[in-house]
């Protein structure tokens, strides 16, 4: 292998560290880890020109062997920069026998000429002012081996330096733009969220103020029976309505306290809670279970909120031209109770049934498309699974799966 060939060889393993780290950070958007895997790099490159460098003294080990420290200063790496000038000082001395005061010297210069540019902002006068002096001292110095290929090896490999060095260059402001994009992503993706817990806490806070409404407008003051009825459900459905407000107040973040509930009674309270819009819709409501209690490790008022939004969902769906009956079943499983909400409403097609669950999806006019969606957040927050089936003019089976207790 010529010496030119193992000049542009050791380039190239020199410029794969580097690619490497364009192609990481394009994957990631952590500025902090971004600067370690950086350093890392430069390390990398630098143990690649000793590793593959001849160890005697010819051109490419006078100047290969400052390519990651120009990387370093161009990245304003100052500690880093400290290291690799020991390295490099401690190279020409012990493998090509250059003074070390002569090294220390040069490096100072180069160190000084690095806090000058690094204050300006000015990396390509860095750049050139490096490779003018570095270009004069190596000529100095080639000039007592009386050998004219030396020269034409410094040219050649001046030239392939500043090559490779604008290429590195490039690949590092590329870098910093995915960075910056990155970031950009980031904070678009965050006020994405602050939108979605916003949406969802409009739409969570519309069914109990519903019931609420629904309640106020049948209370007679003349009938105190009905108040001391009403009242209690009222209250209950305002507490719901703190407690969802309160969980969406922590940027949107669901949290799950489970306690051991008699699933029926939950069941009864729905079916209570939604009397009067079953009675305005005409609907029937029927609970088929069993067994008479049924006890599950669950949060109540979230999985009552599930039904609440599967039931209301149904009423929605209700084909006007003929009664709407919802039934609610309860079967225990080996590891779970699977509780199915079947209607007879109008259906789902295939298309949105495949959609139903997706952030924002919806085909109501006036919908969020976000209560399936939290629903679903719901159960699973449960270590549950949710099922949609349905048929276009016969209705729609939602499942529920919620793990029995151990």
């Known amino acids: 292998m010529s010496i030119f060939e193992s000049l542009i060889m050791n380039l190239i393993f020199l410029l794969f560290p580097f690619l490497f780290y364009a192609i990481y950070i394009g994957y990631k958007n952590n500025v902090k880890e971004a600067k370690v895997i950086l350093d890392i790099t430069i390390f990398s490159s630098m143990f ?40 490099i000082i401690y190279h020409y001395h012990k493998v090509l026998g250059i003074s070390v005061i002569y090294e220390i010297l040069e490096y100072s210069l180069y160190f000084v000429i690095y806090l000058i540019s690094k204050k300006k902002e000015n990396t390509s006068l860095l750049l050139n002012i490096f490779i003018s002096i570095k270009s004069f001292l190596t000529a100095i110095y080639l000039s007592t081996t009386k050998d004219p290929f030396n020269f034409i090896q410094l040219l050649f490999t001046l030239l392939l330096l500043i090559v490779t060095m604008t290429s590195i260059i490039i690949l590092l402001k590329e870098g910093e733009k995915i960075l910056e994009r990155n970031k ?9 969220n602050l939108k979605l817990a916003l949406f969802k806490l409009t739409h969570e806070i519309k069914n109990p103020i519903a019931v609420c409404k629904g309640y106020l407008e049948m209370i007679d003051i003349n009938k105190k029976n009905k108040i001391k009825k009403y009242l209690p459900i009222i209250k209950d459905e305002i507490n719901r309505t703190l407690l969802i407000i309160n969980d969406f107040s922590d940027y949107g973040k669901l949290k799950i ?24 819709n005409n609907t029937k409501l029927i609970i088929k279970v069993k067994e008479e209690e049924i006890y599950i490790e669950l949060d ?23 009664d709407l009956i919802i039934t609610i079943s309860v079967e225990k499983l080996k590891k779970y109770y699977k509780i199915k909400i079947e209607d007879t ?11 139903i669950t997706q952030i924002f999806y919806t085909t109501k006019e006036n919908g969020t498309g976000l209560g399936v ?24 089976k939602v499942t529920i799966l919620l793990p029995r207790k151990n």
């Open 345 to 355: 409403g109008q259906g789902i097609t295939k298309d949105n049934l495949a959609k």
């Open 373 to 396: 969606a939290l629903s679903k957040e719901i159960i699973e927050g449960h270590q549950g699974l949710l099922k949609y089936q349905s048929k276009v003019g016969k209705g729609t």
């Open 300 to 322: 109540y008022e979230r999985i009552k909120q599930v039904l609440i939004n599967m039931i209301k969902n149904s009423l929605e769906a209700k084909d006007p031209k003929r």
């Open 184 to 192: 950009m992503l980031k904070e678009l993706e965050k006020e994405k």
């Open 48 to 87: 690649l020109i000793l590793r593959y460098t001849p160890s005697k003294k010819t051109v490419a080990s006078l100047i290969l062997i400052n390519f990651p420290l120009l990387i370093a200063f161009m990245k304003k790496r100052t500690i880093v920069s400290l290291v690799l000038t020991t390295i």
């Open 257 to 280: 306290e489970k306690e051991e509930v008699d699933l029926i009674i939950l069941l009864e309270d729905v079916k209570d809670k939604l009397s009067p819009l079953l009675l305005e």
